[in-house]
């Protein structure tokens, strides 16, 4: 059997690193197509994960637009997909390079396994372009593999036959477990090296389109005037290398001595300064899978959420963007002891970090236990 992977954003790396040894150790013949729709924020989560792409198409331009990302991806895969025989192609999440990726293998009647799977808002301007994104990712799809049961119900509304259907957990936990059990003696060096030891900080990332602007500034008033009042608390945020980003956030709160702003981390380093943090706060959909199995309580800076599972099991809180909202909750997660440990503890939802093994033996068509809590 040959299975193609094609991914070519950050987390669609680190989702899909795990699914790419797991099939290796079965032995099956698997090729790696990195779009590289990011490039630095891709190369390295595929060092890190020591995964050399078979096929690079380096399709990032400097502010690439959507149609043009598009076209790009269009161009570069199709001599590809046309020339391998694969029996299947695997997709991931709700990047463009996930739906180009779809699409393409589509034209060339290669069946599509679409991973993280069925997570929907209902809102097809948020995320934008997400949430089109994976819709029409899952009707292109043969196999689909949520990773709750909430989001195999999404897919039964729509209509997609059950026997297609195989919940895994998300692969993203597989990721993060292996992550941490291969580097436990580093994580509290890497706290070191960003001078965090024994410090109280927040850790942020903020990247969204529908965030850019407004949003996104009001929030950073929020958080500038929750580090003025509150000098002792640090905040740590990797700042996304989109432009869009990086042009609010530097200009807001560069000057403050609590504000630590810095290139996006390597994801190794990423984990060490999660598992040190007090809280996080963020709009980013992976952050919120990996923020409950951590223990971390989460904010999450969004509108919408396609994982309500957190907001329900109680580790994460959906605040939008206002400065007000933002304020309260930064305040309540400091000072409202009996807050915090409510949304410390409660459980993760996300996976076991089984998913990778699940998907093997999905497509070596032998039997699996599904990830049901
Ligand atoms: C993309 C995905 C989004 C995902 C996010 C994860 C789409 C439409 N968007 O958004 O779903 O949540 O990745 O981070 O698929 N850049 C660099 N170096 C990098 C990466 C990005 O310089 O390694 C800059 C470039 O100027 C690039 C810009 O960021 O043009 C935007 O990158 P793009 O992939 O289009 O959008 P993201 O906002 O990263
Ligand atoms: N991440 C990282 N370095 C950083 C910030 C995030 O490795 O500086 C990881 C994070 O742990 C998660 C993934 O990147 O696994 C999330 O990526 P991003 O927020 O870019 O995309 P989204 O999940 O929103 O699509």
């Not at 096929?55 to 502010?63: A, E, F, G, S």
């Amino acid at each position: 059997m040959k299975v193609g992977l094609i991914f070519g954003t950050r987390p669609e790396a680190i989702k899909m690193a795990p699914i790419y040894h797991t099939l290796k150790e079965n032995g099956i013949d698997t090729k790696i197509i990195a779009t590289a729709q990011h490039r630095e924020m891709l190369d390295q989560v595929l060092e890190l994960f020591e995964i050399i792409p078979d096929y690079d198409l380096n399709v990032m331009t400097h502010r690439q637009t959507l149609p043009e990302l598009t076209k790009n991806l269009i161009g570069k895969l199709d001599p590809i997909l046309k020339g391998e025989n694969f029996d299947y192609i695997l997709v991931q999440g709700d990047t463009t390079s996930t739906f180009v990726g779809a699409l393409i293998s589509f034209y060339y009647k290669i069946p599509v396994g679409h991973i993280e799977a069925g997570l929907r808002t209902d809102n097809i301007y948020n995320p934008f372009p997400e949430e089109m994104n994976r819709r029409l990712t899952t009707v292109i799809s043969s196999l689909h593999f949520p990773p709750t049961k909430k989001s195999k119900e999404n897919l039964l509304k729509e209509g997609i036959s059950e026997e297609n259907i195989y919940i895994t957990g998300n692969t993203v936990i597989d990721a993060l477990l292996w992550v941490i059990e291969k580097n436990k003696d580093k994580i509290e060096k890497i706290q070191e090296k960003y001078g965090l030891k024994n410090k109280k900080y927040i850790l942020m990332t903020m990247h969204r389109r529908e965030n850019w602007g407004t949003p996104m500034k009001n929030v950073m008033q929020a958080i500038k005037e929750f580090l003025i009042k509150n000098p002792d608390i640090f905040l740590v945020f990797p700042v996304h290398l989109n432009p869009a980003v990086r042009e609010i956030v530097f200009p807001a709160l560069e000057e403050l001595k609590n504000a630590i702003l810095i290139d996006p981390l390597e994801y190794l380093e990423f984990t060490a300064l999660m598992t040190g943090s007090y809280f996080i706060m963020t709009d980013s959909g992976g952050i919120q899978e990996e923020a409950p199995a951590l223990g971390k309580p989460t904010l999450v800076l969004r509108e919408t959420t396609e994982r309500p599972e957190a907001i329900e099991a109680g580790t994460a809180k959906l605040i939008g963007t206002k400065k007000e909202n933002v304020l309260e909750y930064m305040n309540k997660l400091t000072f409202d002891l009996e807050f915090y440990s409510k949304m410390a503890k409660a459980k993760n939802p996300f996976g076991d970090g089984k998913a990778s093994l699940r998907i093997t033996k999905v497509l070596l068509k032998e039997k699996i236990e599904e990830f049901i809590i």
